[in-house]
């Protein structure tokens, strides 16, 4: 069940192979639209309030048996895996903190290359910290008794992550369909699919996401990640109606996720809907005290001319992303950024985004850097960023919508009346005063 989880909980992330997926468009080349099997029966908790539960037991269980076995590295490995599972759950620090304790008391313990390095490996993405995951990864290949074929498929998954989150689009392409031949399994379908919507090809991504469905028996939780993603889908594209609908999809097949409402609060910000948006924004952030709600409503505010209520959501959100990007630079100087360059100092925008952009410099990194020099006055720079993003393979309306505010500073109107086609061409709404409420789901 773990494996089944791991990827739909992150992020945030096929068919069994890409070969497959060309097999199946050999087959038909007419026109049809992709048959998604969401409604049949599955196994594993129902709701947000089952798995958490589950989740919660699942930790309490391996601390049971540190408590017996302390100086054993097993237990602990299981619940540094149950920690990292309930983080990616949740959102919340504490789980972050707590699978890192015990995933590097394991390390004190257990002789290398044992102690699971596959587990060290995810820790280290679940960071940013590619070069450590990288590092873990190389032990586990120098492991005296082969993994099994599970753990190989996953290991070529996370190092075809280390390229994707380098910008090396084909290098990833290549890994995730070596993980699909080893072990084909939905994590891998997320991931190839979530390559496939960044690059700009949205129908073979839903594709993917829509094969991924009907290759074996999902759990809910997994089902309505693959709802979510079809809906930053149809969101990229500006048919937030479309993807308002995915959004509500995803909330009836696996009710009560936080992670939902704040999907489903953004789309409905777009579609006209403010009063019911800024009541679910409220109670993701009162429940689970999620900044990102609380950057939502502050923008929500700002746009409805309620300054001082602006103010205050974003004076909450700002403490938090301090908090957390203080503790945990690389893995949340991406949101903290966002903040600054919305609701702060431009200047410590750019301080975080070059942090985001060190750590994983691959396409929506380099996006968020030249939005931030874009803030600091400094054109010439955000147009190598967004050159930098395009020649890795990224393409989205705000890729080109940034390319032609840079080009338009820089003089150069006809290059950037092509960027703007090229963006409107990918999202004709993207110049929209309801995409100025898009917070997550941009493209």
């Known amino acids: 069940m773990t494996r089944m989880l791991r ?8 068919i069994l192979s890409v070969a497959l997926l060309q097999w199946t468009v050999q087959r038909d080349t007419g026109p049809h639209a992709p048959v998604f099997a969401m409604e049949r029966p599955a196994y594993g908790p129902a709701t947000y309030t089952d798995l958490l539960v589950v989740s919660n037991d699942r930790f309490a269980l391996a601390q049971a048996r540190i408590e017996r076995t302390p100086d054993e590295w097993l237990p602990h490995a299981g619940a540094g895996a149950a920690a990292l599972s309930l983080f990616r759950l949740t959102g919340r620090i504490a789980h972050l903190d707590m699978a890192e304790q015990a995933i590097m008391t394991v390390r004190t313990l257990a002789p290398t290359p044992s102690g699971v390095p596959e587990l060290r490996a995810e820790l280290a993405l679940a960071r940013h910290d590619l070069a450590g995951a990288a590092r873990e990864l190389d032990i586990l290949s120098r492991a005296s008794v082969p993994p099994e074929k599970p753990t190989l498929s996953e290991a070529a998954a996370m190092r075809g992550d280390l390229a994707f989150y380098t910008g090396n689009h084909a290098r990833a392409a290549s890994l995730y369909r070596e993980a699909a031949q080893i072990d ?41 990640s693959i709802a979510l993603q079809t809906g930053m889908i149809a969101s990229a594209r500006g048919d937030y109606a479309a993807a308002q609908d995915w959004y509500d999809r995803a909330e009836a097949l696996f009710p009560g996720h936080w992670l ?105 990194a380099r996006l968020l850097l030249a939005r931030a ?71």
């Open 184 to 224: 084909p399994h939905v994590s891998v379908a997320l991931r190839i699919a979530n390559l496939q919507r960044v690059s700009g090809e949205f129908d073979a991504a839903i594709a993917t996401l829509a094969e991924a469905t009907r290759a074996e028996k999902l759990a809910p939780v997994v089902l309505s």
């Open 7 to 14: 990827w739909p909980l992150m992020a945030m992330f096929a």
């Open 260 to 364: 939902t409402t704040l999907y489903r609060a953004e789309a409905r910000l777009a579609n006209g809907q403010p009063s019911s948006a800024i009541a679910e924004l409220e109670r993701v952030a009162r429940d689970h005290d999620r900044p990102e709600a609380m950057d939502m409503l502050a923008l929500a505010s700002r746009v409805r001319g309620d300054s001082t209520r602006s103010r205050a959501w974003a004076e909450k959100s700002g403490a938090i992303w301090r908090e957390w990007s203080g503790k945990y630079p690389a893995a949340f100087a991406a949101h903290a950024a966002e903040h600054e360059l919305v609701f702060g100092d431009p200047k410590e925008a750019l301080r975080l985004a070059m942090i985001n952009a060190r750590a994983r410099p691959f396409g929506e």
């Open 373 to 443: 020099f874009m803030a600091n006055d400094q054109a010439r720079a955000a147009l190598t960023q967004i050159g930098l993003a395009e020649r890795s393979g990224w393409r989205s309306a705000q890729l080109f919508a940034i390319k032609a505010q840079a080009l338009t500073i820089l003089g150069d109107t006809d290059a950037a009346e092509t960027a703007n086609a090229q963006a409107r061409a990918i999202n004709p709404k993207i110049g929209d005063p309801a995409t100025r409420l898009i917070w997550l789901a941009h493209g």
